[in-house]
């Protein structure tokens, strides 16, 4: 998770080839492709999904990798999952959809991405904000 969370591959990498397993999660279902999401790290994430990560894990509130990656901003990162398999319509507990995440933190690029995969443009949240 930390090698993750910083983005550094080839440790990652070097983990994942000594056994470490690549879904294990923390107390609250973070797991190692979370990490690399929510910092944007594209080709950590890259390497997880090569190792096995499961692409829409969802961490204990609902949130996948896609959805954190777009909830930041990072566009490549976001299509390195959308071409590993992700639901670009999946949402999280509150209803949220990563095109819902990236258009709130105002990620044009990200939305754009998002919509050209396939993302419906008017699913509505089930939580006011």
Same mark, same amino acid.
């Given at each position: 998770?930390?090698?993750?969370?910083?983005?550094?591959?080839d440790c990652a990498k070097e983990? @994942?080839?000594?056994?470490?397993?690549? #879904? @294990?999660?923390?107390?609250?279902?973070?797991?190692?492709?979370?990490?690399?999401?929510?910092?944007?790290?594209? #080709?950590?994430?890259?390497?997880?999904?090569?190792?096995?990560?499961?692409?829409?894990?969802?961490?204990?509130?609902?949130?996948?990798?896609?959805?954190?990656?777009?909830?930041?901003?990072?566009?490549?990162?976001?299509?390195?999952?959308?071409?590993?398999?992700?639901?670009? #319509?999946?949402?999280?507990?509150?209803?949220?959809?990563?095109?819902?995440?990236?258009?709130?933190?105002?990620?044009? #690029?990200?939305?754009?991405? @998002?919509?050209?995969?396939?993302?419906?443009?008017?699913?509505?949240?089930?939580?006011?904000?």
């Amino acid at each position: 998770m930390e090698a993750a969370s910083k983005g550094h591959t080839d440790c990652a990498k070097e983990l @994942l080839s000594s056994g470490a397993v690549v #879904d @294990l999660a923390d107390k609250d279902g973070w797991t190692p492709l979370l990490w690399a999401a929510y910092g944007g790290h594209t #080709d950590c994430a890259k390497e997880l999904l090569s190792s096995g990560a499961v692409v829409d894990l969802a961490n204990k509130g609902g949130l996948t990798p896609l959805m954190e990656a777009a909830s930041k901003g990072h566009t490549d990162c976001a299509k390195e999952l959308l071409s590993s398999g992700a639901v670009v #319509d999946l949402a999280n507990k509150g209803g949220w959809t990563p095109l819902l995440w990236a258009a709130y933190g105002g990620h044009t #690029d990200c939305a754009k991405e @998002l919509l050209s995969s396939g993302a419906v443009v008017d699913l509505a949240n089930k939580v006011s904000i």
